[in-house]
Nanobody, 119 residues
Framework: VQLAESGGGLVQPGGSLRLSCAAS????????MSWYRQAPGKERELVAA????????NYADSVKGRFTISRDNAKNTVYLQMNTLKPEDTAVYSC?????????????WGQGTQVTVSS
């Protein structure tokens, strides 16, 4: 059972990054997926979430209009497209899975990927 994030890095303000989170060991389509972030000295913040079949999404006010969450159940992967990045978006970004129905673990967490927005 694993979630593996990738795609983080250093980007200039105004730039873009696309994060990926690949799932393995559980039935991905039975899980709602979320992206969280945690900056140094701050609490973890829910950034975006998507339903198990991708029919609904929600976002933190701070990223609305700039970030887009999506998923590909055939590839067992959830994405976070981040545009118009700001220095305050700097954080470790992690994905999480929450079981909606059927057997399997209730929650699964990834290790995170660092995103740094700086000139």
């Amino acid at each position: 059972v694993q979630l593996a994030e990738s795609g983080g890095g250093l980007v200039q303000p105004g730039g873009s990054l696309r994060l990926s989170c690949a799932a393995s060991g559980f039935t991905f389509s039975r899980y709602a997926m979320s992206w969280y972030r945690q900056a140094p000295g701050k609490e973890r913040e829910l950034v975006a979430a998507i339903s198990s079949i991708g029919s609904s999404t929600n976002y933190a006010d701070s990223v609305k209009g700039r970030f887009t969450i999506s998923r590909d159940n055939a590839k067992n992967t959830v994405y976070l497209q981040m545009n118009t990045l700001k220095p305050e978006d700097t954080a470790v970004y992690s994905c999480g899975a929450r079981r909606v129905y059927g057997p399997g673990p209730s929650d699964v967490w990834g290790q995170g990927t660092q995103v740094t927005v700086s000139s």
